[in-house]
C-alpha cells in the first residue's frame, strides 16, 4: 500500500487492501470481495467487506467532519488514537470491543472484526426492542475501563506515559469542548433545534447557573485526567444483538475523569426514555424497562468498581499500605457520582441545542410532539447541572427522571 494518504472508496477498496495477508485469511482472495459503503456517523468513511470465507469491516478516518464538510479540517490521527484507545479496551474488559485485525497509520484506516447480526443499540431502542443484561454489562464496562485506566491500577510511569500519549487527540478533544461544554448554552453558528423549542432554550441560555455549571464540568473535563475514556459513549457507540453487546468508536479517547462515559452513558439511557411517546402507542412498558436498566447499569457499575477496589488496588492511588477502607471507597464513588450527573446533564441539552442530534428526538416527524419531549429532557439536564444533589443515587436519578415525564415543560 501507499505511504501516501488516500481516501477509499466502493471501486479501489479490493486492489489497495488485497495484499493484505490478515484480511486473505479471514475472508479470502480478494477476487471474491464484495464491498459496501455503510458510514452513517459525523467523521468517517466505513466499509463493509465481504468475501468467500467472511466479513470485515474497514473504518478510515477522513481530514475533516463528514457532518460539515472540508470547511472543518481534522487531523487523521484520531484513528491512531481509536486503535490505541481500543487496544486497551479489550485487555480491561476482553470481548466487549470488536476484534481489530489490521491498523495502517499512514492510510488513517482500522479493518476489525464484522459485528453481524449486531445493530446500533439507539435504533433497538426507539424500535422498542429490549436487549438482555444491557445495563449491568455497560456499567461493569464503564467500571472496569475506569479503574484499569486510572491510577488505581496502574503503574505511576506508564500511566504518565499513556496519558501524554492521549493528550495528542487535541482535535477530538476541541469538539467536546465547544459541542458538549460551550455551544449549546449561547447562539453558537452551528446549533440548532426544534422550531417549538425557542422559550425553552431562550430561558436556559440566559440561566447564569447552568452557564456556570456546564464551564465547571468542563474544567473537570479538561482538567480530571483520572482514566483513560472512551470519549463518547452513547447508545450510537453500541452495537448488539438481543443477547451480545459490543462497544465500538473510541476516536475520542482521552484522560478524563472516571464519572464522565457513565454520565454519558446514563444521559442517552435517559434520553431513549424521555422519547418513548413518541415511538409506541403504550411507552409504559418500555420506559419501565429503561428505568430499570438504569438501575442496573448504576448498580454494576458500583459493584465491580468495589470489587477492582478491594483486588486491584496497584498504583499509587489509595495503596493498601495505608489500609484504606470501605470510607474511602465510599468517598471515591461519591466524586465519580457528582461528576458522572454534571456530565449526563450537558450531553442531555447538547443532544437538543448543539450540532450533532441523535435519533431518539430527531426521528420524531410531529415537532410539537418533539419538543414537548425535549423540554422535559432539558430541564431534567439543567436539574444535574445545577442541583446534582438531588439526583444523591441512581435511585433518585429514576425517581427525577420519572417526575419530569410527567411535566408540560413547553
Known amino acids: 500500500m501507499t505511504t501516501q494518504y488516500e481516501a477509499l472508496d466502493v471501486g479501489t477498496l479490493p486492489a489497495r487492501l488485497g495484499g493484505l495477508d490478515a484480511l486473505r485469511r479471514r475472508i479470502g482472495p480478494p477476487e471474491s470481495w464484495q464491498v459496501e459503503e455503510v458510514g452513517d456517523g459525523n467523521l468517517n468513511l466505513v466499509f463493509i467487506l465481504r468475501g468467500a470465507d467472511g466479513a470485515a469491516v474497514v473504518k478510515q478516518a477522513l481530514p475533516y467532519v463528514r457532518l460539515v464538510g472540508d470547511s472543518w479540517p481534522l487531523p487523521l490521527t484520531r484513528a491512531f488514537f481509536e486503535h490505541e484507545a481500543l487496544t486497551r479496551q479489550a485487555a480491561r474488559d476482553p470481548g466487549l470491543v470488536p476484534e481489530i485485525y489490521h491498523f495502517d497509520r499512514d492510510q488513517a484506516l482500522i479493518v476489525m472484526e464484522y459485528l453481524t447480526p449486531h445493530v446500533i443499540l439507539r435504533g433497538k431502542l426507539i424500535k422498542g426492542e429490549r436487549v438482555q443484561d444491557m445495563g449491568a454489562v455497560l456499567g461493569r464496562f464503564c467500571a472496569?475501563?475506569?479503574?484499569?485506566?486510572?491510577?488505581?491500577?496502574?503503574?505511576?510511569?506508564?500511566?504518565?506515559?499513556?496519558h501524554a500519549l492521549f493528550l495528542g487527540n487535541v482535535a477530538?478533544?476541541?469538539?467536546?469542548?465547544?459541542?458538549?461544554?460551550?455551544?449549546?448554552?449561547?447562539?453558537?453558528?452551528?446549533?440548532?433545534?426544534?422550531?417549538?423549542?425557542?422559550?425553552?432554550?431562550?430561558?436556559?441560555?440566559?440561566?447564569?447557573?447552568?452557564?456556570?455549571?456546564?464551564?465547571?464540568?468542563?474544567?473537570?473535563?479538561?482538567?480530571?485526567?483520572?482514566?483513560?475514556?472512551?470519549?463518547?459513549?452513547?447508545?450510537?457507540?453500541?452495537?448488539?444483538?438481543?443477547?451480545?453487546?459490543?462497544?465500538?468508536?473510541?476516536?475520542?479517547?482521552?484522560?478524563?475523569?472516571?464519572?464522565?462515559?457513565?454520565?454519558?452513558?446514563?444521559?442517552?439511557?435517559?434520553?431513549?426514555?424521555?422519547?418513548q411517546p413518541a415511538h409506541r402507542d403504550d411507552p409504559a412498558p418500555m420506559q419501565d424497562w429503561l428505568l430499570e436498566e438504569i438501575a442496573a447499569c448504576c448498580a454494576a457499575?458500583?459493584?465491580?468498581?468495589?470489587?477492582?477496589?478491594?483486588?486491584?488496588?496497584?498504583?499509587?492511588?489509595?495503596?493498601?499500605?495505608?489500609?484504606?477502607?470501605?470510607?474511602?471507597?465510599?468517598?471515591?464513588?461519591?466524586h465519580i457520582w457528582d461528576d458522572a450527573m454534571g456530565f449526563c446533564g450537558v450531553e442531555m441539552h447538547r443532544r437538543c441545542l448543539s450540532l450533532a442530534h441523535n435519533a431518539d428526538f430527531?426521528?420524531?416527524?410531529?415537532?410539537?410532539?418533539?419538543?414537548?419531549?425535549?423540554?422535559?429532557?432539558?430541564?431534567?439536564?439543567?436539574?444535574?447541572?445545577?442541583?446534582?444533589?438531588?439526583?444523591?443515587?441512581?435511585?433518585?436519578?429514576?425517581?427525577?427522571?420519572?417526575?419530569?415525564?410527567?411535566?408540560d415543560i413547553t
Not at 148 to 158: K, P, Q, R, V, Y
Not at 321 to 330: K, T, V
Not at 372 to 384: D, S, T, V, Y
Open 362 to 407: 430527531e426521528a420524531i416527524a410531529d415537532t410539537a410532539l418533539r419538543a414537548r419531549l425535549e423540554a422535559r429532557n432539558i430541564a431534567m439536564g439543567r436539574e444535574l447541572l445545577v442541583a446534582r444533589d438531588n439526583a444523591a443515587d441512581a435511585a433518585a436519578l429514576i425517581a427525577m427522571a420519572r417526575d419530569f415525564n410527567g411535566k
Open 172 to 275: 477530538l478533544c476541541d469538539i467536546t469542548e465547544q459541542l458538549i461544554f460551550t455551544d449549546p448554552y449561547f447562539d453558537a453558528e452551528r446549533n440548532h433545534h426544534t422550531p417549538e423549542l425557542a422559550a425553552v432554550v431562550a430561558d436556559l441560555r440566559a440561566d447564569q447557573a447552568v452557564r456556570d455549571a456546564a464551564q465547571a464540568m468542563l474544567l473537570r473535563f479538561t482538567a480530571g485526567g483520572e482514566t483513560l475514556c472512551h470519549g463518547d459513549l452513547h447508545t450510537g457507540s453500541v452495537m448488539c444483538t438481543e443477547t451480545d453487546i459490543k462497544v465500538i468508536d473510541p476516536e475520542f479517547g482521552y484522560y478524563g475523569p472516571m464519572g464522565f462515559d457513565l454520565g454519558m452513558l446514563l444521559a442517552n439511557f435517559l434520553m431513549a426514555y424521555f422519547s
Open 301 to 334: 457499575f458500583t459493584k465491580e468498581f468495589a470489587h477492582l477496589w478491594r483486588t486491584g488496588r496497584r498504583g499509587i492511588l489509595y495503596p493498601e499500605s495505608l489500609d484504606h477502607g470501605d470510607l474511602a471507597l465510599a468517598g471515591l464513588e461519591r
Open 144 to 162: 472496569r475501563t475506569a479503574f484499569h485506566g486510572s491510577d488505581l491500577a496502574m503503574d505511576a510511569a506508564d500511566k504518565k506515559a499513556d
